[in-house]
């Protein structure tokens, strides 16, 4: 079982920068591959980042790749995603996740969730 809390969202002005972080808690963390996703009123969640259980692997979508970042510390058992030059379509609720497979993009794929951060960005 595994724990999962946001933090770090907030208003930022686009063009800003932005971390957010992910503490888990529970059992073998560092077994788990770990994943961003991000909702907009409105919109179906969708996929944003991925990271491998070492952190050797990373992959992102499309709408981030050159602007945002994953990265993990296991021994603080943490998920990073750093945001840079954010723009008011990154505007949502954004979401971590656990999985047992070594890379993934689909929400199907992944057990456990967090309860999101809003991040708004202004223009």
């Known amino acids: 079982q595994v724990q999962l809390v946001e933090s770090g969202g907030g208003l930022v002005q686009a063009g800003g920068s932005q971390r957010l972080s992910c503490a888990a808690s529970?059992?073998?963390?560092?077994?788990?591959?770990m994943g961003w996703f991000r909702q907009a009123p409105g919109k179906e969640r969708e996929f944003v980042a991925a990271?491998?259980?070492?952190?050797?692997?990373?992959y992102y979508a499309d709408s981030v790749k050159g602007r945002f970042t994953i990265s993990r510390d296991n021994a603080k058992n943490t998920v990073y995603l750093q945001m840079n030059s954010l723009k008011p379509e990154d505007t949502a609720v954004y979401y971590c996740?656990?999985?047992?497979?070594?890379?993934?993009?689909?929400?199907?794929?992944?057990?456990?969730w967090g309860q999101g951060t809003q991040v708004t960005v202004s223009s």
């Open positions: 996740a656990a999985t047992p497979q070594p890379l993934a993009t689909l929400q199907y794929e992944y057990d456990y």
């Open positions: 990271i491998s259980w070492s952190g050797g692997a990373t």
């Open positions: 529970g059992r073998s963390f560092s077994t788990y591959a």
